[in-house]
């Protein structure tokens, strides 16, 4: 069970997408959450002037199946087929913190205290972590929701937002998740067939030969970011170990060696801290930002496809249209059809270009903040490192 | 002081090695030398040994003596030096207050060194030789206490006339003993005392500061204002000094520090011509470094101590293939700088393979690991490192291996030499400067030597299950098992580290993966500014992951390898403890069957058989002998083995804290340098538009 105020660092909260409260008449933040097991219960606190809300300031409680149920509805609805649906923010996943209270609770007869309290910490500054990622991105979805001149008005949006019970949305059973999976397949062989469809369109051309370029580069940074990260928290981890090592052949000394290994042992445990700062920071800036782009380009080329498939649709009505003609009979019918999917068409293309357009200036300025930030992070950490070990050069070589 | 001179002889006891025993001539010989010029005038040579020994007592168990007879010596003070708390040696302090002839009678002070009486018993003549000239240095020792409240600190020649006239009359008297000694030998505790006595009362000059007569404390004082701020170097100088290390300081102290420092008798004299007018007073400020020196405190003796530096410098560089093929080998540029002058000269170069090395280890464990000294032990065999390097071309991972064993070597020679006593050992010299050695043959890996030795250490691990030793020295007790925990906890240590090494390789491959991914991302970002501060953001990756490579190699060869290092050192330490083991049970077989001798005879007795009682009684003679022997060689090797293990801790805190610092130093300048490559991609980021 935690609890975390975010109130305190909303800044950090915000770091993934650019802020994105910047119409003060929706705001939405989650101050609070609340794990029980592998629930998390998420306060959402919402502020506005909008006349569609009975109260002008209220919170509700929300689960993230609750943030999923939103998504799957959004992205079901036909009027936003032309928009980039916010993509829909991740399970929580405690498995890594949770693995490492199994361990804790196992080793526990087997650890000295204060390895027992090291490791107990370093497990909370890890839940902690994890936690605060969680919050972010569910919070980050409502908010580019909030922000969008359609979404917002989006009536599911706004029973989210204000029925002040527990949603309990159904969760999917078996078949509905056996259908989603489906429709993926489905949607995946659609995609190779309408990829012979001849595009109409110099912007869109570019735009789908870049977004899938650009998503799988995306992906493979954000892998290897991972790794990365990883690597830096094994770093800080063997940093620890050192520490606790070194603290174990000094507690059987009482010569001069005693005194230089628990100083030693002091700077790897203080070096461990930044290590671990640096690893988060790094996790939070680069691979989070990189995570999110990887899920709002998929969006987006969800968005061309459903692009494309209109266009196909449109193809297909005009070949229908040309055969009606032909043989003389549906005419009418198929005139209308082959206009409305031209409307269609027509409509998806203008919205698509406008959010595609809007989507890449936000991705440059998500990225500018988040490297502007990540690279004042490192610089901060490094120099704490360098202050850190400078520091203890000068008292081991005064003693 | 005395004492320690009476001391001497036992270290040449039988169990000597041939080469020790050609040492120890020469320390006769060079002694003889002395004594003999001694007898015609007091000559400035006769104040030279005092000061070698005098020098040495203190400053001695990291500067050690250039020859064996000084060497030796000062193993036996050091037993004592660990124990002047000891209630005998208050007594002794105490005592010569009152009045030093009395004092040198007193049977009090004979006591805390009852050994030292039994010793000369067996010792060889030429060790008894020896010593005549080192009762009168004791002696003359005692006169520089008096002396100089005579005279300035400033050696006058007055004050040396002085000196050397009151010499003069004291060895005089220590000739006669010095005539008795070698016709009977039996006689030989009665000449201890008077050195004795001197000893103590350079002590105790010290301990009672206030109560001494007049002259020694003005003899402090005046030191202390004359030179203040020169003696704490002169006194670390003069330690390192001993090993020969000679600059043109033009200060007083320091001159009499190179005086002491020549170790060849010949140059001595020499030299001690052309600084005859500063003799007594470096005498006086030897001795009254040497004197204040048992009166601190063992720790801050070692302190004075670890700031000596001893001018020898060994690289090992160049490493090079020689050969083709599974007989080919690496061979080491080994190059030595010195000042010291029992090498021929000041530098010298030699090359030299990896079985030289062990080869080396070798010869100086044979001959000094029974003594309970630490012989630190050379880097492993690697048969498939070398292997790799005999066939892979150009690989990297044999490129590691190869500077490895490099940096491995060059620690270990440093380590030898940084061993007083190893660094005397003539088998080092010749590694150091001999052109070719002869092939060592026994370090083949499982030659038929390799099997025996292997052989040796099964039977050595059963025996040292076998022997319960009950410890009666808690200082060993607990020390042994210090050792034992440090070792375990070392090893753990080290496996982290090597993680950490791990890790830190790992995290530099996937920083250069990252930023080969981050580059490609750049290139296919369609915003200018952001594709360019993605290409930028991958080049400082790139840096970063350089960075880490360099620090991952770092990890490596300034923790790593000291902790490595270090596990196989503490096995060494073990290995120390183990020969006292040895010696100790062997003291208490002779024990047991000199209890069984004891008990046949008293069997003899009973049965009345007269005949056989006489080779009863001389078995029983020859075995107490064996355990006076072989107890003494106990204690012997105890008092090595202690000096010793405090000298590694000694130089284990400082080594690891220099490595420790540089290892700090080197995750310093990584920082520093990702800071530099940060700073400069910040305005980068910030031109995103």
Same mark, same amino acid.
């Given at each position: ?189 659609? *995609?190779? +067939? ?5 595009? %109409?369109?110099?912007?869109? =051309?570019?735009?789908?030969?870049? #977004? !899938?370029? &650009? ?53 790897? *445990?203080? +070096? ?5 700062? %640096?690893?988060?920071?790094? =996790?939070?800036?680069?691979?989070? #930002? !990189?995570? &999110? ?107 | ?689």
């Amino acid at each position: 069970m935690t609890s975390i105020s975010e109130d305190s660092d909303k800044e950090k909260v915000r770091s993934v997408s650019v802020d994105l409260n910047n119409d003060a008449s929706l705001v939405i933040d989650i101050p609070d959450a609340l794990c029980e097991r592998d629930k998390v219960k998420f306060t959402i606190h919402i502020k506005t002037t909008l006349s569609s809300f009975q109260k002008s300031e209220f919170s509700v409680p929300r689960q993230h199946e609750d943030f999923i149920w939103l998504h799957d509805t959004i992205v079901e609805t036909e009027e936003y087929a032309g928009l980039i649906i916010p993509p829909a923010p991740p399970k929580p996943d405690f498995e890594g913190p949770r693995e490492k209270m199994h361990k804790l609770g196992e080793g526990e007869s087997s650890m000295t205290k204060e390895e027992y309290a090291k490791m107990k910490q370093e497990l909370e500054a890890e839940y902690l972590a994890v936690f605060k990622k969680t919050v972010q991105v569910h919070e980050v979805f409502l908010q580019r929701l909030s922000s969008h001149p359609m979404f917002r008005k989006d009536r599911n949006f706004q029973i989210f937002l204000e029925y002040d019970q527990d949603l309990t949305v159904r969760r999917k059973n078996a078949k509905e998740m056996f259908g989603g999976f489906f429709k993926n397949m489905v949607k995946s062989a659609d *995609e190779v +067939l309408i990829s012979g469809v001849k595009e %109409v369109d110099e912007f869109f =051309e570019q735009e789908k030969i870049f #977004l !899938l370029d &650009y998503s799988s580069k995306i992906k493979d940074a954000t892998a290897k970011a991972e790794k990365m990260t990883r690597s830096h928290k094994n770093v800080a981890d063997d940093y620890n170990h050192i520490s606790g090592a070194m603290n174990s052949i000094a507690a059987d000394n009482n010569t001069a060696f005693k005194k230089h290994l628990e100083k030693c042992a002091e700077v790897f *445990e203080k +070096l461990r801290k930044l290590e671990d700062r %640096v690893a988060s920071d790094q =996790e939070l800036k680069l691979t989070e #930002l !990189l995570r &999110y782009y990887t899920r709002d380009i998929q969006a987006a080329k969800d968005l061309l496809y459903r692009r494309a498939r209109a266009l196909a649709d449109y193809e297909n009505s005009n070949k229908t249209l040309d055969k009606a003609r032909l043989k003389g009979k549906d005419i009418a019918q198929a005139e209308e059809n082959q206009k409305q999917c031209l409307r269609k068409f027509d409509k998806l293309s203008e919205s698509g270009k406008k959010e595609l357009t809007s989507f890449k200036a936000r991705r440059v300025v998500a990225f500018r903040k988040n490297l502007i930030e990540m690279t004042e992070l490192e610089i901060k950490h490094a120099k704490n490192s360098m202050s850190l070990l400078q520091g203890s050069i000068e008292i081991l070589n005064s003693n | 002081m005395a004492a320690s001179s009476e001391r001497s002889p036992p270290p040449f006891p039988d169990s000597e090695e041939p080469e020790l025993l050609e040492d120890s001539d020469e320390g006769a010989d060079a002694f003889t030398g002395t004594s003999i010029s001694e007898m015609d005038s007091p000559s400035p040579d006769s104040t030279r040994p005092p000061k070698d020994i005098f020098n040495e007592p203190p400053e001695d168990i990291f500067s050690d003596p250039l020859s064996n007879i000084n060497s030796e010596p000062q193993k036996k003070v050091d037993t004592k030096i660990p124990s002047p708390s000891s209630d005998e040696a208050v007594d002794l302090f105490s005592e010569p207050l009152d009045d030093d002839s009395e004092v040198m009678s007193s049977p009090e002070v004979q006591n805390p060194m009852p050994d030292l009486l039994n010793e000369p018993v067996e010792a060889p003549k030429s060790d008894v030789l020896g010593e005549p000239p080192v009762h009168k240095n004791a002696a003359r020792q005692q006169d520089f206490f008096e002396d100089p409240p005579k005279g300035s600190n400033n050696s006058s020649s007055s004050v040396k006339k002085a000196v050397s006239a009151e010499l003069f009359g004291d060895d005089e008297d220590e000739e006669d003993l010095f005539k008795e000694t070698p016709k009977v030998v039996t006689k030989k505790p009665q000449p201890s005392g008077p050195p004795v006595d001197v000893f103590t009362e350079v002590k105790s000059d010290v301990k009672v500061k206030p109560q001494v007569k007049d002259d020694p404390t003005d003899l402090f004082t005046e030191e202390a204002l004359t030179a203040p701020a020169q003696k704490p170097p002169a006194s670390s100088s003069s330690s390192s000094r001993t090993n020969g290390v000679h600059s043109e300081e033009q200060d007083l102290f320091s001159e009499a520090t190179v005086e002491l420092s020549l170790d060849s008798p010949l140059n001595d004299r020499k030299k001690k011509d052309a600084v005859k007018p500063s003799l007594s007073a470096p005498a006086a400020s030897v001795a009254s470094s040497s004197s204040k020196a048992p009166s601190k405190t063992l720790e801050e003796l070692e302190e004075e101590e670890s700031e000596d530096k001893f001018d020898l410098n060994i690289s090992v560089t160049n490493p090079e293939k020689v050969g083709d093929g599974m007989n080919a080998y690496m061979a080491y540029k080994v190059s030595t700088q010195t000042s010291l002058t029992m090498f021929r000269s000041k530098t010298f170069t030699v090359r030299r393979r990896f079985s030289d090395f062990l080869g080396l280890y070798e010869k100086l464990s044979e001959k000094h690991s029974q003594n309970g000294y630490i012989v630190p032990p050379p880097p492993e065999k690697s048969i498939l490192g070398m292997t790799k390097v005999k066939v892979g071309k150009e690989d990297p991972s044999s490129a590691e291996f190869v500077e490895r064993r490099r940096a491995a070597l060059e620690r270990y020679l440093q380590r030898v030499v940084s061993h007083p006593s190893l660094l005397q050992d003539p088998d080092v010299r010749e590694f150091l400067e001999k052109e070719e050695l002869p092939r060592a043959v026994s370090t083949q890996a499982l030659s038929g030597a390799g099997f025996l030795k292997m052989l040796n250490k099964a039977t050595d691990a059963v025996s040292k299950m076998t022997i319960k030793m009950n410890e009666q020295d808690v200082w060993f007790d607990e020390k042994i098992q210090d050792v034992e925990n440090e070792e375990q906890h070392m090893r753990k240590l080290h496996v982290m580290v090597e993680s950490l090494v791990n890790h830190r390789k790992e995290l530099s491959g996937n920083t250069a993966v990252f930023a080969k991914s981050v580059a490609m991302l750049g290139s296919s970002e369609d915003n200018t500014a952001l594709s360019r501060a993605l290409s930028q953001l991958a080049e400082v990756e790139d840096r970063i992951e350089q960075l880490h490579q360099e620090q991952a190699s770092n990890d490596f060869f300034t923790f790593s390898e000291l902790l490595a290092d270090y596990i196989r050192l503490l096995g060494a330490v073990k290995g120390c403890f183990d020969q006292r083991m040895k010696a100790w049970q062997r003291w208490q077989d002779a024990e047991n069957m000199l209890q069984k001798k004891r008990e046949a005879e008293a069997k003899l007795l009973w049965a009345n058989k007269p005949d056989k009682l006489q080779q009863a009684k001389d078995e029983i003679a020859e075995w107490e002998a064996k355990v006076t022997q072989y107890e003494r060689e106990f204690e012997r090797i105890s008092a090595t083995v202690r000096k010793e293990v405090i000298r590694f801790d000694k130089e284990k805190a400082r080594d690891f804290k220099r490595q420790i610092v540089k290892y700090l130093e080197s995750l310093l300048n990584s920082q520093q340098q990702l800071i530099k490559y940060w700073e400069a991609f910040l305005p980068e980021a910030k031109a995103i538009a």
